[in-house]
């Protein structure tokens, strides 16, 4: 038979893991479920099967870099939507604060503003990013993605990868 202090110690036990884990996730790691084909082949490039949730990629998400916004050209990062807080988007970022960065399919250069970055996915003909409501504030950021650690064939680290001819010296 199960004592009475046996059910409360598995309780408090069960409940201070919680907290803990808890802490951890919202202060400085996570794992979030990459969905869609925005930012194909570097994400779910398995997905056009009918099994797509079980071959999704996941990935950890990295939240120390918000203490200082320490961000660098490349990086992938989740962040808010501008429209839809509810909603989060993973993007990589091409332009970081006091840079030039060229629009494509235009002659035009904009300079990104103090606390904002630009940011495009992967597969440009699936995704909506900067290209359609310009720069993100870093405020909107939850954090840098650094490893995929789901399927297990794909385990390792995030490519930084720095689009050439994108960035601009005005």
């Known amino acids: 038979m199960v004592t009475p202090s046996f059910l409360w110690n598995f309780v408090k036990n069960s409940v201070t893991g919680g907290l803990i884990a808890l802490t951890i996730s919202d202060r400085y790691t996570s794992f979030v479920s990459v969905r869609g084909l925005s930012m194909h082949p570097t994400f779910n490039p398995g997905t056009t099967s009918f099994l797509g949730s079980l071959t999704r990629d996941r990935v950890l998400v990295d939240k120390f870099c918000l203490q200082k916004y320490k961000f660098s050209h490349g990086d992938v990062i989740i962040f808010r939507s501008l429209s839809n807080h509810k909603e989060k988007h993973i993007k990589r970022i091409i332009a970081l604060p006091g840079d030039w960065i060229r629009i494509p399919q235009s002659y035009d250069a904009l300079k990104i503003p103090e606390g904002h970055c630009w940011v495009?996915?992967?597969?440009?003909?699936?995704?909506?990013?900067?290209?359609?409501?310009?720069?993100?504030?870093?405020?909107?950021?939850e954090g840098r993605v650094t490893h995929i650690i789901w399927p297990p064939q794909r385990v390792g680290e995030v490519e930084r990868i720095i689009p050439q001819g994108r960035l601009s010296s005005y």
């Open 120 to 141: 495009e996915g992967d597969n440009s003909a699936s995704s909506l990013d900067s290209r359609s409501f310009g720069p993100i504030p870093l405020g909107l950021v």
